[in-house]
């Protein structure tokens, strides 16, 4: 696997050569300061640039150019990472090895940049039929966490756990701010992409990288030179705490229990927090949380764990009975206070060392894992998964106890269960 | 071992049937970092009648899934074992397998001796069963909120008037509450043999450790030879059982989902999964994402997406087409007569026989979905399906017309998905 990484006045691309991928994954990506932009209004513009182009003004168009393409696919994304936005313009598509057509590698890129450079904007205006349907999309999905009821449970407690922050926000914004928004909002917010935000290209896969290059150089261009430093945290305070009971439209209860913490030290981030949160719970049934929630005490199917270093949480999560809510915190509790106090078998310890390196082994077969922790380490310094291990190998049971007395419980969620609907 | 070649793609299958009956299938690719190993038992969620040493069973819905709670069971639990071996391990109970698997980086040879221990050592305890009763019922009121699941089964329900495919295979909460030691027990001595399971390894391999791994732990172990249970014919008939059907969950947005129930007995003669593969083109090709149909209604706004599958359910195919909608009064009778008039559209399907056959290239990628998709053909079709590019290269037009023309609709459900009222 080779790194390499070709630095350019205005972007940057950065490239992992593998024979292992017959996938080749690219990504043109734009970062911006959170507070530097109106978030809804950039997911509205992500959305619509993945959904149309120029070139291609309708869907149908842009997918029969995709399937002469060999079946590639073209998507976008957009993430917020603490106070950095991300937006990725994403093109996968089957290794030149594979294809006999001599120009295929010089089309995909092509069709990549098309859509970045040159969006359905016609007469000052994007189209309005496409940005219709879009609008309709969003709204769809601002309601689809509903559907699920730990989606539900996790959107309504954040909103109330970070009521004065972003980080209860969702990134598609409300309907009344999705009805506000003007194609003349949407033409503006495009100019501000290509001039405010610092962009970078990411290519993985068994590809003839300087050829790529050399396409990019001829396909893409930024005039404005973005040099910033992004930050990848909101600097949520500590919360007093609170338990809340909300009646909810479903068969099973939820149950969320949320721990905030202020700074973390990169030592903590990168390696001791891999550890603490593989003996809390993922180590696979012999964890805390199934000890004291599933093995001793047979209360729940299912629990988990999200550690959030961007929003500054970790939450524990499980759906059980309600009658039962009473008994699983006090498990949880168990479990918490034993992390503080470093009641973990040596032997255990050093096993789990072993098995988050396995993890990281394995998410190594992951082309967009691989060329996202490259790129998170060019953004924000990110240790690459070797020099981690390196961390890793170094923590000590005393370190998880540090790191364990930083956690303070803020909120309990409970989504109570219906039991009136006639079918449960 | 027998080289099975994945025809087109220069990708190779080994494959070997052990003395006891038990398949063994290695995908072996140095340029992966982990390996995965899964044990299928050909047993699953929708065998509830059987006759099994000349004596018939009716057995409690949920059983397969139990008893796969319990086989991870021990006293000290299967994925517990696994972890402290480095590796992640898992197992899942559909309608006609259960799959007990591993994911490791290391002691591969480890893996496989625990993997086999677990199934063919497993001694049952009361205790076991009763203590795993509340999290399977837990796990029955989480899939119980899923609005898919919900879909899936009551589907199933209306095109089906005897199969027994229709209700949650975790069982009801009664079912959940009645099941025992004893039938847990049957289960396993009925199903649970060498003859009745494929073990597929993927991923970075020595094709040679692994079987010489897996014979030397059989080399000390008898099995008499398989009593096949004899499964229920469930003689299902060609009508479906109820045409239309409401139904109200979680969803946010109505759903419409329009199928056709087709018997796999009009295509005597030909090859079922061509057919199927042909089916899934035609539903392409007028459903898809490049087909003027589907531009237009989501122009309109009549529809957010629309989905559509072909799939083979025991002697049947099931043409499925639905989509997300405001409207579904409306878009119900446009979905309807869409379906009854498909056409043949040759520069389409051409196209996409064309850009599928790319696709095959990367099916044998990751390690993961290698598993997956041996472990499938071998549930559904018995067999590895090898020659998937040869079947699209070989779909001419006349072909498909003369498909086409056997094709009939009129065994037709609609199931419309509402949102509850709040």
């Known amino acids: ?424 | 071992m027998k080289k099975i070649e994945i025809k087109g793609i220069k990708e190779i299958v080994y494959h070997e049937t052990l003395a006891n009956g038990l398949n063994v299938y290695i995908w072996s690719n140095k340029y992966c970092h982990s390996f995965e190993g899964v044990l299928n038992v050909f047993y699953g969620g929708d065998y509830l009648d059987f006759t099994w040493k000349n004596k018939k069973y009716h057995v409690h819905r949920g059983g397969a899934h139990y008893l796969e709670h319990i086989m991870c069971e021990s006293d000290e639990p299967m994925l517990a074992k696994f972890n402290k071996i480095g590796s992640y391990s898992n197992a899942v109970t559909s309608n006609m397998r259960t799959s007990y698997e591993f994911i490791g980086t290391t002691n591969l040879k480890e893996n496989i001796i625990l993997l086999l221990k677990s199934i063919f050592e497993k001694q049952f305890k009361e205790l076991e069963v009763e203590h795993e009763r509340v999290p399977i019922l837990e796990e029955q009121r989480m899939r119980y909120d899923s609005p898919d699941v919900k879909a899936y089964f009551t589907l199933n329900d209306m095109l089906f008037q005897k199969y027994p495919n229709n209700l949650e295979l975790v069982g009801s909460e009664e079912d959940i509450k009645e099941i025992k030691l004893d039938e847990l027990e049957l289960l396993y001595k009925a199903f649970y043999h060498p003859a009745n399971m494929a073990f597929v390894i993927t991923g970075n391999v020595d094709v040679y450790e692994c079987i010489s791994t897996i014979k030397k732990y059989f080399a000390d172990k008898e099995f008499n030879i398989w009593d096949k249970p004899k499964l229920k014919d469930y003689k299902e008939g060609k009508k479906v059982n109820i045409k239309r059907k409401i139904i109200e969950t979680n969803i946010k947005v109505p759903e419409i989902t329009v199928a056709v129930k087709v018997p796999i007995k009009l295509f005597k003669g030909y090859d079922i999964l061509t057919i199927v593969s042909i089916l899934n083109l035609l539903l392409e090709s007028n459903f898809g994402s490049t087909t003027l149909f589907k531009e237009e209604l989501v122009e309109k706004k009549l529809v957010y997406n629309l989905f559509y599958s072909a799939y083979k359910v025991y002697d049947y195919i099931i043409m499925e087409v639905g989509c997300r909608t405001k409207y579904p009064d409306e878009v119900e009778g446009i979905l309807q007569e869409k379906l009854q008039n498909m056409k043949i559209y040759e520069d389409e399907i051409m196209r996409k026989i064309k850009s599928l056959i790319a696709t095959i290239v990367l099916s044998y990628e990751n390690f993961e979905e290698v598993n997956d998709n041996i472990s499938n053909s071998l549930t559904y079709e018995g067999r590895i399906i090898d020659n998937e590019k040869e079947i699209l290269e070989n779909i001419k037009i006349d072909y498909i017309e003369e498909i086409f023309n056997i094709l009939n609709f009129k065994e037709m459900v609609t199931l419309v998905t509402l949102p509850k009222k709040d």
């Open chain 1, 1 to 424: 696997m080779k790194y390499k990484q070709y630095d350019f006045e205005s972007f940057k691309i950065l490239t992992i050569s593998s024979e292992q991928f017959k996938n080749v994954h690219m990504e043109i990506n734009f970062i911006d300061d959170v507070d530097n932009i109106f978030i809804p209004l950039r997911s509205f513009l992500i959305n619509l640039m993945g959904y149309t182009s120029k070139i291609y003004p309708t869907k149908r168009e842009m997918l029969i150019a995709l399937e002469n393409l060999y079946n590639s696919a073209y998507y976008t994304n957009y993430s917020r990472l603490g106070k950095s936005y991300i937006s990725s313009f994403v093109l996968d598509f089957v290794s030149p090895r594979y294809i006999k057509d001599k120009k295929y590698l010089e089309n995909c890129l092509k069709f990549l940049c098309e859509q970045v450079l040159n969006p359905n904007i016609t007469e000052g205006k994007f189209d309005e039929r496409s940005k219709e349907i879009i609008k309709e999309r969003i709204h769809q999905n601002i309601e689809h966490y509903k559907e699920n009821a730990f989606s539900y449970a996790f959107c309504e407690s954040r909103k109330m756990l970070f009521n004065d922050s972003i980080s209860g926000e969702n990134i598609n914004g409300t309907h009344e701010e999705i009805d506000a928004i003007t194609n003349e909002d949407l033409i503006n917010d495009y100019q501000k992409l290509f001039a405010d935000s610092k962009a970078d290209i990411l290519i993985i896969g068994d590809v003839d990288m300087d050829k790529c290059v050399t396409y990019l150089k001829k396909y893409f261009q930024k005039k404005s030179i973005v040099e910033k430093q992004y930050v990848n945290q909101i600097p949520n305070k500590i919360k007093p705490y609170q338990k809340v009971v909300v009646d909810g439209g479903y068969y099973q209860t939820q149950l969320l229990v949320y721990l905030q913490f202020n700074e973390l030290t990169n030592f903590e981030l990168y390696a001791v927090s891999a550890l603490y949160l593989q003996i809390l719970g993922r180590a696979n049934q012999s964890d805390k949380l199934a000890k004291y929630l599933r093995i001793d005490n047979p209360l729940v199917y299912s629990r988990g764990l999200r550690f959030d270093y961007a929003n500054k949480y970790l939450l524990i999560y499980t759906g059980l009975k309600y009658e039962n809510v009473k008994e699983a915190l006090k498990g949880i509790d168990r479990a918490l206070k034993e992390m503080e106090n470093g009641i973990i078998d040596e032997e255990y310890f050093e096993i789990q060392k072993e098995k988050v390196m396995s993890n990281m082994t394995i998410n190594e077969d992951d082309e967009e894992y691989l060329i996202g922790e490259y790129y998170m380490n060019m953004l924000f310094n990110r240790p690459l998964p070797l020099e981690r291990r390196k961390l890793i190998k170094q923590v000590t049971i005393d370190d998880i106890k540090k790191l364990a007395k930083k956690f303070k419980k803020t909120l309990v969620y409970v989504l109570k269960e219906s039991l009136d609907d006639e079918e449960n």
